[in-house]
């Protein structure tokens, strides 16, 4: 099918329903047929990204390899991966890859520069956190990137495991406290840099929509650009929901 995106999900589930309902709700579509045409593996039995990146944990890399090539076996003529800290292996996945894929990390940086903030916070991974994945983009762009410090840090991945588990008013309760920390600290608009995060706070990003950076929403809203551009459409995109 044209125009066919495929979606290297799982990581985790919650993340990835999260894009699949953004696609749904980002499109101006008047019945089923017009919507965007998805593909997705929510397989979760990749291994954990953040524990293969600090900890020497099992290489994830295997076998979202394989799910991409299946993906593109379906007939997937773009990839897109909800999961930041996936997007270590990005480049590697790409040169396996024989049809166009999107980073989040590059189409949320655009959606920031957007913004014409001076001051970026950025709540990820450790994993996320460690590579440098946004920290490096946003000082090239000449931008003061603001993270949470040790402790607060520890408490950001206490928020996205009980996310995981299933707690999302805990995890909810402790990622805003966060988000208000670098608030507190200067940050003017703050980088959702973790999938699972637009997720515990979809309540602070609805009512404060310009004072986040949602990596899933960027994604999805480049995805929908791609597809415009494949088949030859426009204005499918609800535009309240572009930055």
């Known amino acids: 099918m044209k125009g066919l995106i495929g979606v290297l ?18 499109t101006i579509a008047n019945k089923d047929q017009e919507h965007i045409p998805l593909i997705i593996s929510s397989i979760p039995d990749i291994p954990d990204r953040t524990e293969a990146l600090l900890n020497h944990g099992v290489s994830p890399l295997p076998l979202m390899t394989n799910y991409l090539k299946k993906l593109e076996d379906a007939g ?14 990005f480049d590697e996945l790409k040169n396996t890859c024989h049809v166009d894929m999107l980073s989040i990390v590059e189409t949320t940086m655009q959606e920031v520069l957007l913004t014409k903030k001076k001051n970026i916070g950025l709540l990820a991974t450790n994993a996320t ?6 920290q490096k983009s946003i000082e090239q762009k000449k931008l003061n990137c603001i993270t949470p410090d040790e402790e607060s840090q520890k408490l950001v991945m206490k928020s996205i495991y009980l996310l995981k588990s299933g707690n999302k008013d805990a995890a909810e309760e402790i990622m805003k406290s966060q988000a208000e920390l670098l608030f ?25 929509p310009n004072k986040y950076i949602d990596s899933t929403g960027s994604l999805v809203r480049a995805s929908i650009h791609w597809y415009e ?3 030859g459409k426009s204005h499918l995109i609800i535009t309240e929901n572009l930055k």
Do not use: Q
């Not at 997937?76 to 292996?89: L, Q």
């Open 9 to 26: 999900g799982g990581m985790g589930p919650a993340a990835t329903v999260d894009l699949f309902n953004k696609f749904v709700t980002y």
């Open 76 to 89: 997937a003529e773009c990839i897109v991966i909800p999961c930041n800290t996936a997007h270590f292996w």
């Open 184 to 208: 507190s600290r200067g940050a003017e608009v703050i980088i959702l840099g973790c999938t699972e995060v637009p997720v515990i706070l979809a309540n602070e990003v609805k009512k404060h």
């Open 129 to 134: 956190m460690y590579m440098g994945l946004y």
């Open 229 to 231: 551009n494949r088949v």
